[in-house]
């Protein structure tokens, strides 16, 4: 056997046997290299290792390809899959691909591509299993196998309009006698989306619901397609690491081999509003400037409050910003949420005080400067719980993004009120110094 058989082979097992490994390996190598290697391989193990590629690169990949392999490829991904990798490539060669599609297929992808990003319409398969209410348990499972759908979980009932009027369960078709008609199997109209529904919405809606499948009609209620639960997974593991890289000022688009000068186009605009707050800190502790100057002690522990309070109110926000993005908590529970985090800080803060004054009495000898820090430690503490609760309700209550701004003004109230009320005290208390 020769040696480039020998290799064509363990490429084969390769791709077919580890395609997750294989991706990664695909990814660190140039796009038309690892279009080489697909180009040689049956179209679905090649979808199948195109499909794990990071967007980007597959979009790469898939335009060094030649027609004949890339219509191949292109034509055995899941639509949805197949347009978000069309929609990376430039205008010329992503049209030079579509008409060499399949008609059908072209028309799809098309379609697909018309939606604008990040709507239900835009990740929809639009192939869904829809079928008559008057179709029999054997005549669908016929077509389904015919089909050779394996990730549907339900069939979706129509009526002549194409108007969803019902769901059956995959588990609860195999079960029924064969001669079963469809509407006796169905379980009601199921939880749907209209196309143009956002991301955050649909996930919410399917997380709410617990749906492995959600349809997706038109505005008047024909059935256009299906989200599968993979994508719904999916979707829902983008919006919650999309929630961490926006509470500090980082945007959702970014991936961690985006390039530089876009990191720095969506993060120097946040670290600049960030700026002007640290200044507003700054201006508060020059407030004490005179008080500072005269006991030098002050300047070494102001981190020590800050950094309490801060960490005080980061907690809070978190687990705020976790159940407003599970749907735990609504604006309704904001006395409920703001109270635990109350009790929560004032306990902390005495527990934390007591240490901090013992610490600094034992260090500064001053009596005076362990009961102020002590005391401002109580009351920084509880003013961050509350409003790393707060903060992130009050901007959905003035229709703002949580995630975005959160972390930014809760740092400046944080920063702020822990150098007020250690210097303000330090300050009212000066003769005991």
Request: charge should be neutral; hydrophobic fraction near 50%.
């Amino acid at each position: 056997m020769s040696r480039e058989r020998v290799i064509q082979q363990l490429a084969d097992a390769a791709l077919r046997q580890y395609p997750a490994e294989s991706s990664v390996l695909l990814e660190r190598v140039r796009a038309r290299d690892a279009a080489i290697l697909l180009e040689s391989r049956e179209p679905s193990v090649a979808a199948e290792a195109l499909r794990r590629v990071r967007p980007d690169h597959a979009a790469e990949i898939a335009a060094a390809l030649g027609e004949a392999a890339a219509s191949r490829i292109l034509g055995t991904l899941e639509p949805a899959v197949g347009a978000a990798t069309l929609a990376r490539m430039p205008d010329d060669v992503r049209e030079s691909r579509l008409r060499a599609l399949d008609p059908a297929l072209a028309r799809e992808l098309r379609a697909l591509l018309a939606y604008p990003p990040g709507v239900a319409g835009a990740i929809m398969d639009p192939r869904p299993p829809a079928f008559r209410h008057e179709a029999t348990a054997r005549e669908t499972i016929a077509q389904l196998r015919a089909a050779g759908n394996r990730t549907a979980a339900d069939v979706f009932v129509v009526d002549d309009e194409g108007m969803l009027t019902a769901s059956v369960r995959i588990q609860d078709l195999a079960l029924a006698d064969p001669g079963t008609r469809l509407e006796d199997l169905a379980a009601g109209l199921p939880p749907f989306v209209q196309a143009l529904t956002p991301q955050d919405e649909f996930v919410a809606l399917a997380e709410d619901r617990r749906v492995t499948s959600l349809p997706v009609v038109d505005v008047v209620g024909r059935l256009l397609g299906v989200i599968r639960h993979a994508d719904l997974l999916s979707a829902s593991q983008h919006d919650a690491t999309a929630d961490l890289q926006t509470m500090v000022g980082v945007s959702k688009e970014e991936r961690a081999l985006s390039s530089a000068m876009f990191a720095v186009r969506r993060r120097l605009p946040w670290l600049q509003i960030n700026l002007v707050t640290a200044f507003l800190a700054a201006s508060v502790v020059g407030l004490f400037e005179d008080t500072i100057a005269r006991f030098t002690a002050l300047a070494v522990l102001l981190p020590v409050v800050a950094g309490q309070s801060g960490n005080t109110g980061a907690q809070a926000l978190a687990v705020t910003m976790r159940g407003l993005a599970l749907r735990e908590i609504r604006l309704r529970h904001w006395f409920r949420v703001a109270r635990k985090e109350l009790v929560a800080g004032t306990l902390n803060g005495v527990a934390v005080a007591l240490v901090t004054s013992l610490g600094v009495y034992v260090w500064s000898q001053s009596a005076g400067i362990a009961a102020v820090i002590g005391v401002s430690m109580v009351c920084s503490m509880i003013v961050a719980g509350v409003s790393g609760a707060s903060v992130p309700m009050a901007l959905i209550l003035f229709k703002q993004d949580p995630a975005a701004a959160s972390s930014i003004v809760l740092t400046t109230v944080t920063d702020v009120m822990g150098f007020l009320t250690f210097l303000g005290f330090a300050t009212l208390a000066a003769g005991m110094l």
